[in-house]
T-cell receptor, first 113, second 115 residues
Framework: GNSVTQMEGPVTLSEEAFLTINCTYT??????LFWYVQYPGEGLQLLLK?????DKGSNKGFEATYRKETTSFHLEKGSVQVSDSAVYFC????????????FGTGTLLAVQP | DTGVSQDPRHKITKRGQNVTFRCDPI?????LYWYRQTLGQGPEFLTY????????KSRLLSDRFSAERPKGSFSTLEIQRTEQGDSAMYLC?????????????FGPGTRLLVL
């Protein structure tokens, strides 16, 4: 079945450090891929998405490239800020008859000043 | 555009009681989803509506759970005879059908604690 695997956290970085959060997926067909962010006490916010292979999603300095050959969608940011501290979820939507999102377990990012 | 809203934000109940949650989607969105998120986990799909029709239900949705979207606008999720294992964050999301470009937007969630 379809699934998403994320690197386990927590990830602790100093401000201005480079961030990578790994995400790989298993899916039939051609899924759309998403990164959502959840700040403490809040719901999920869409961070970025990619709908086909080689697409790059980007927002607020974050980027992720849809790599079909490695079934990956790793999240990167060149210089993190304290305000980026949150839980990050990778998700896929497999399309076809179902539109549900399948999420990874989330990765907690803590950025220290 | 006021986003997806959910009510209440928090609910504490005793085991065996019934609870009902409400979700108001973004006004022009025809699809509405419910997910459940337990501590330290990603959200898990529960059910999905297109307009007023409930098109898919997860195996997680036991007989004690029922969801409705009577006029294709707001939705309610009811849990009967609550159990401690029902304690979780219940998330609602909405979207506008559009093939591969469809994006789900989430509400703030209702956090349920069953004592």
């Amino acid at each position: 079945g379809n699934s998403v695997t994320q690197m386990e956290g927590p990830v602790t970085l100093s401000e201005e450090a480079f961030l990578t959060i790994n995400c790989t997926y298993t899916a039939t067909g051609y899924p759309s891929l998403f990164w959502y962010v959840q700040y403490p006490g809040e719901g999920l916010q869409l961070l970025l998405k990619a709908t086909k292979a080689d697409d790059k999603g980007s927002n607020k300095g974050f980027e992720a490239t849809y790599r079909k050959e490695t079934t990956s969608f790793h999240l990167e940011k060149g210089s993190v800020q304290v305000s980026d501290s949150a839980v990050y979820f990778c998700a896929l939507r497999s399309g076809g008859a179902t539109n549900k999102l399948i999420f990874g377990t989330g990765t907690l990012l803590a950025v220290q000043p | 555009d006021t986003g997806v809203s959910q009510d209440p934000r928090h609910k504490i109940t005793k085991r065996g009681q019934n609870v009902t949650f409400r979700c108001d989607p973004i006004s022009e969105h025809n699809r509405l989803y419910w997910y459940r998120q337990t501590l330290g986990q990603g959200p898990e799909f529960l059910t999905y509506f297109q307009n007023e029709a409930q098109l898919e239900k997860s195996r997680l949705l036991s007989d004690r759970f029922s969801a409705e979207r009577p006029k294709g606008s707001f939705s309610t999720l009811e849990i009967q005879r609550t159990e401690q294992g029902d304690s979780a964050m219940y998330l609602c999301a909405s979207s506008l059908s559009g093939g591969g470009r469809e994006t789900q937007y989430f509400g703030p969630g209702t956090r349920l604690l069953v004592l």
